[in-house]
């Protein structure tokens, strides 16, 4: 893709979900972060005054506007096709959850992303991109383009849920910036999990593998216990000599393990532990 205008370092998107990355053609004039927090007012009554209460913080919004121009390309080419859509594409539905979201509902979403300029980083996901055309060829092929675009700070947590009640808790999965020449044993073993448990999490195949650049989703204790459950209660069907009662037993696990914890890594623990035990 071209990178005209200018030798300066380009503000780039990179998806935190498939690798895929999107730099800028120029960088915006203008950079705008608001940080909002929720404050109320004390119930008291018969003052004049009253104290204020911290209620909560809003997640981190980033905006700005985006300029491309292909009028210097021979001959000029359509801006929509060449940048616009590209940038677009990064707001297409087309990713399942897997960081900490509650993959039982079964519906897509955006990509996440990590937005960098210069020393400025931000987690996020986009929020909007309202497009204006400024000008045209001959053709009719718009050939300059303002993208104003607002970001949203992405944090991810752990949804599990108690029986069939339909409340979540507050539980919240760790991400993890692997460093330079970290294996995924290493990662575990400095956030306090272990190599089969973080492995699991991420799909990872080789524990030797050289993880640096990656984000990995570190599970909660929820999603451990409930992946031990599982097995140990298909373990204990075993024991007991009724095959019929183990699959009933290991299905019965496996689906609570699934609806308590979404991280998937207790879902596919358990499914690893059921094939060897059948």
């Known amino acids: 893709m071209s990178q005209a205008g200018g030798s300066a370092s380009k503000a780039m998107f990179k998806s935190l979900d498939d690798g895929v990355t999107f730099t800028v053609q120029y960088n915006p004039k203008e950079f705008r972060v608001e940080k909002s927090l929720t404050w109320e007012e004390a119930k008291t009554q018969g003052q004049s005054t009253n104290p204020i209460q911290f209620q ?30 590209a940038l677009l594409a990064l707001t297409n539905a087309d990713v399942k959850p897997s960081q900490g979201e509650p993959e039982e509902l079964k519906k897509q979403r955006p990509r996440s992303l990590l937005f960098t300029w210069g020393t400025f980083s931000m987690k996020c996901v986009i929020e909007s991109v309202n497009v204006t055309y400024l000008m045209f060829a001959s053709t009719g092929e718009a050939v300059r383009a303002r993208c104003s675009v607002k970001l949203k700070e992405w944090q991810t947590a752990t949804f599990a849920g108690s029986g069939s009640s339909s409340t979540w808790d507050s539980e919240k999965i760790k991400l993890v910036d692997v460093k330079g020449g970290q294996t995924v044993s290493q990662v575990a073993s400095a956030n306090g999990s272990d190599m089969r448990t973080v492995a699991a ?52 696990a496996a689906q609570s393990s699934a609806t308590s914890a979404v991280t998937g890594a207790a879902s596919k623990a358990a499914s690893d532990a059921l094939k060897k035990l059948f």
């Open 56 to 85: 909560k913080g809003a997640p981190m919004t980033a905006s700005f506007d985006l300029l491309f121009d292909t009028t210097a390309d021979t001959p000029p080419k359509n801006v929509q096709q060449v940048w616009v859509d």
């Open 201 to 252: 999490a991420n799909g990872i195949t080789d524990p030797l593998a050289d993880l640096t650049g990656q984000v990995l989703s570190i599970p909660s204790s929820t999603a451990v216990s409930a992946a031990t459950a599982a097995v140990n209660a298909a373990a204990k069907a075993v024991t007991s000599g009724n095959a019929s009662s183990a699959g009933k037993a290991a299905a019965s």
